[in-house]
């Protein structure tokens, strides 16, 4: 692969899952995190433009929504303020911390993904036997860490880290097993990008609550989770082996992804955050004198409306319209399902904070910019692929030289403020 081609292939995932990731901050949570997941995951099929991975397009989105929505159990919120304090020890704690956060997000996620993308007819991923021992790993590492050893990273909050971390462990003892090299290279590729754009994007934060600009900072961290994830992701799928399967895609199991990814992800999204309470708060904020019942009314109706057709076209286009034999499913036919399923996830960030009716929320404009350039780089990528194999020794080079950028920035944030709102302090 030449150098443009893989620039403009990880720009596509990193812009992708980094535009879907930030407007996951209006909504939160596993739901949230999944739809983002899932765009991202999209991204990677489209620039790699391999027929047979069209075949499996949506299955493939639904493994990226699955491992990425997972670790929306995790809470951060207090250890994203460990970072904005003035010690040391506990601004760098803090920055770790959200590295092993943002990594359980991309190993998993990743981890999935690869799974599917060297799944098979004839060596089929076994779902039942991988989710039975994540569950396993969940249950047994949180009772270990949490329950006996009290390991707590974010008192008093949720420990549910500790859970993802048990998933994690379980995902790749079954990848070891199986010997799914190309899905372990893809896992830690994911989780470096995931937990170095995590602890990164906060501390763009911290210097953009320093520099006095007037911007949502925390919304530049998603950001930055989202963008490294998704460049660690694709990079990590380009610069591995995988062997080409069937370029057919099979009616039986297309339904269930496509009503998943369009209508359950979405319509929980919709049910957890267009709450009326929420909405008129938001609506009064920046305009005392406008109905604000009634613009909530509106904007509830819109977007389920939204959804459901969205979700009742993908259902007809892709599965029922569909000619007998189940003809091939091409690029375009996926690069349109792409922009409609990110397009609506934009419209629901503008919906959902009202930023239709006034600018007051100026990132939201700059993720219509996203798409639009997405659109463009899209017709310039086409990634191909080069075997780099498994390097351990290169991996634990990679994590150390991250663990030591954690250090600088530390050093960096506690020598530009002082203490700042919201910061948090894990130890006296």
């Given at each position: ?53 069209y075949a ?8 990226s ?10 809470s951060?919120?207090k ?32 981890g ?5 993308l ?57 990848m ?24 990164f ?41 995988w062997?080409?399967t ?6 039986s199991?297309l ?93 629901y ?27 463009f ?52």
């Amino acid at each position: 692969m030449n150098n443009r081609q893989l620039l403009y292939a990880l720009l596509v995932a990193g812009m992708s899952l980094g535009t879907a990731w930030a407007i996951r901050g209006q909504f939160g949570h596993e739901q949230g995190a999944a739809w983002a997941g899932g765009i991202g995951g999209l991204s990677i099929v489209l620039v790699a433009r391999r027929k047979d991975w069209y075949a499996k397009a949506f299955q493939l989105a639904l493994a990226s929504a699955a491992g990425w929505g997972v670790g929306g159990i995790i809470s951060y919120g207090k250890v994203v303020g460990f970072a904005r304090g003035l010690e040391f020890g506990n601004v760098y704690y803090g920055f770790l911390m959200l590295g092993i956060i943002g990594g359980l997000f991309g190993l998993i996620g990743g981890g999935l993904f690869g799974l599917t993308l060297a799944a098979s007819r004839e060596k089929p991923v076994q779902w039942p036997q991988l989710i039975t021992e994540m569950t396993a790993g969940a249950i047994l590492f949180y009772y270990l860490l949490i329950e006996e050893l009290g390991w707590l990273m974010t008192p008093p909050r949720s420990e549910a880290w500790a859970a993802c971390f048990g998933m994690t462990v379980a995902l790749f003892w079954h990848m070891i097993r199986h010997k799914q090299h190309s899905a372990i290279r893809l896992a830690v590729f994911a989780g470096l990008g995931g937990g170095f754009g995590f602890a990164f994007g906060n501390f763009l934060q911290v210097m953009g609550s320093v520099s006095g600009i007037r911007f949502n900072f925390w919304n530049v961290m998603e950001y930055s989770i989202g963008f490294f994830g998704g460049v660690g992701m694709a990079y990590g799928t380009f610069t591995s082996e995988w062997e080409t399967t069937d370029t057919q895609a099979s009616r039986s199991r297309l339904l269930a992804p496509i009503i998943t990814l369009t209508l359950i992800i979405p319509f929980v999204v919709w049910d957890q955050s267009f709450e009326t309470e929420r909405l008129v708060k938001t609506i009064q904020h920046f305009d005392p004198l406008a109905d604000a019942t009634g613009i909530t009314n509106y904007v509830q109706w819109v977007a389920l409306l939204l959804v459901l057709a969205f979700g009742a076209y993908a259902v007809f286009k892709y599965y029922v319209h569909a000619k007998a034999p189940f003809s091939e499913l091409h690029h375009e036919a996926i690069q349109l399902f792409f922009f409609l399923n990110l397009g609506l996830y934009t419209i629901y960030s503008i919906l959902m904070t009202c930023a239709f009716m006034s600018l007051y929320r100026i990132e939201q404009y700059l993720y219509i910019l996203n798409v639009a350039a997405l659109g463009f780089l899209m017709k310039k990528a086409h990634a191909s692929f080069s075997d780099r194999g498994l390097n351990i020794s290169r991996w634990a080079i990679n994590f150390a030289f991250i663990i030591a950028i954690f250090a600088i920035l530390t050093a960096v944030a506690i020598s530009t403020h002082g203490e700042l709102n919201g910061a948090n302090r894990r130890f006296e």
